[in-house]
């Protein structure tokens, strides 16, 4: 078994276009989720694509807390790792 970091590395940069075909673009899909939140939600508690990132994170160490499986670990990392892609992408639009 690889480690979890190279795992997660697949994941998010050597499977995209795998997973691409799947369920469309990663980063379009979490700014769907974030924009579908809002949707749902009053004008005072609305999310950020980042903000979506970073509860995607937060739900996998939540159950990783509950019950320790690989998989929560290695999901938490890949997200993390898109979040910093999408973060660098549009960091013109953070670093204000």
């Not at 469309?24 to 999310?47: C, T």
């Not at 950020?48 to 970073?54: I, P």
């Not at 790792?81 to 973060?87: E, R, V």
Request: net charge negative; charged share 30%.
């Amino acid at each position: 078994m690889s480690n979890i970091l190279e795992q997660a590395n697949k994941i998010v940069n050597e499977r995209s276009e795998e997973k691409e075909r799947q369920y469309g673009p990663f980063q379009a899909s979490m700014e769907r989720a974030a924009a579908l939140y809002n949707l749902m939600s009053p004008k005072d508690q609305q999310i950020t694509t980042a903000g979506m990132y970073r509860a995607m994170i937060a739900l996998k160490l939540s159950r990783e807390a509950y019950a320790h499986k690989e998989d929560n670990l290695l999901d938490a990392v890949a997200y993390m790792g898109s979040m910093n892609d999408y973060l660098e992408e549009h960091k013109d639009i953070f670093n204000k």
